[in-house]
């Protein structure tokens, strides 16, 4: 019995992560807690588990005394000198109890207890496989859609999480099997609630994905200055080439757009702009408002420009509802001012 009971945790630790020694902690509260049930909460209870030796025994406490007031822990000198001629007042005998004696009940605490810690201990062995994950990208499989809520369950290599309908791009649909890219947001130390929160909005799923696709930037030839993002509508991002003779912009768009249809098939079609970086603050802000064309930017402050535009280009300058002219403010970190010359 206790060979398989630590070939059981063994198992348990290879297959779900959680140490032997954390569900041995859980397994000596839960037969206490059980003991408790079966012989009374005045009971003394002491629980030898040696993992080496792969034994584990349980043993009921009582300790020696003049005159008895609780026989479930206390026992006469004269009881215990029957027992064993050596025993002295303030020691304790000690009973072995078979933990297969125990009624349905007590069993039946042990083992919640128990059910409760592998929870835990699953808990705990996916929030520390996900520590060094936090603010990357993942890849999950959808598990299950809530037509109701809208939320999407995702099967992770450490589990299933959920996706929530806030954190889904505007109207992107989903199919049960279907593989898609997440970006992992925090990891919730609660004991409720999901292990790890997930999103595709964030501006940061945008950069990873271009981290992914081109080799430049992964290379550290090509380096991202920022990203502003509207999910499902526009993101801008903004890249600079530390190689003279590497093109960023070319570089993150591949031949015959390979990459960038690959970033795009992933967005559901979320249009991208990419931008060339430069230390010019004038001519940065004018490629961020690409793709309308600017005819000259002024800096009325360490914060803020002015920016003439051909009148033509002012509604593209400005973009629909203001999102072009919105999304290049952010990029740059400029409050942008747009005038018809």
């Not at 128990?114 to 999950?140: F, P």
């Not at 099967?155 to 299933?160: A, K, M, N, P």
């Not at 947001?185 to 004991?191: G, L, Q």
Request: charge should be negative; charged fraction near 30%.
């Amino acid at each position: 019995m206790n060979a398989e009971f630590f070939g059981a945790l063994e198992q348990l630790e290879k297959e779900k992560g959680i140490p032997q020694a954390y569900m041995l902690e859980k397994i000596q509260l839960a037969l206490l807690s059980a003991f408790k049930k079966e012989f009374g909460n005045d009971a003394l209870m002491r629980v030898e588990i040696d993992p080496d030796k792969k034994k584990m025994k349980a043993y009921l406490q009582k300790e020696i005394v003049e005159t008895v007031e609780n026989p479930i822990c206390q026992i006469s000198l004269e009881e215990a000198k029957a027992k064993n001629r050596r025993y002295e007042l303030g020691q304790f005998v000690e009973t072995e109890v078979k933990t297969d004696c125990m009624h349905r009940l007590s069993a039946a605490a042990a083992k919640s207890v128990i059910i409760q810690g592998i929870r835990e201990g699953e808990r705990q062995a996916m929030q520390n496989a996900y520590e060094s994950r936090k603010e990357e990208l993942m890849t999950a499989t959808v598990s299950k859609i809530d037509r109701e809520t809208g939320n999407v369950l995702l099967e992770l290599d450490r589990g299933t999480n959920i996706l929530t309908k806030a954190e889904q791009i505007p109207g992107e649909t989903f199919q049960v099997g279907q593989k898609i890219k997440v970006f992992l947001t925090e990891i919730n130390k609660e004991s409720r609630g999901p292990v790890v929160s997930l999103s595709r909005i964030h501006p940061k799923l945008v950069w990873r994905l271009f981290e992914l696709e081109v080799p430049e930037i992964q290379d550290g030839t090509v380096i991202i200055r920022n990203v502003a993002r509207e999910a499902g509508s526009r993101t801008k991002i903004s890249v600079y080439s530390r190689d003279p003779a590497v093109d960023a912009v070319g570089a993150c768009i591949g031949t015959h757009n390979m990459r960038i249809d690959a970033i795009l098939s992933e967005l559901s079609g979320e249009k991208i702009d990419i931008v060339e970086y430069s230390e010019e603050p004038e001519a940065y802000i004018a490629a961020a408002l690409s793709p309308a064309t600017v005819l000259s930017v002024t800096m009325t402050g360490e914060r803020a420009c002015r920016v003439n535009v051909a009148p033509e280009q002012l509604s593209l300058a400005i973009g629909r509802e203001g999102q072009n002219v919105r999304l290049a403010a952010r990029l740059t970190g400029c409050k942008i001012d747009i005038k018809a010359e």
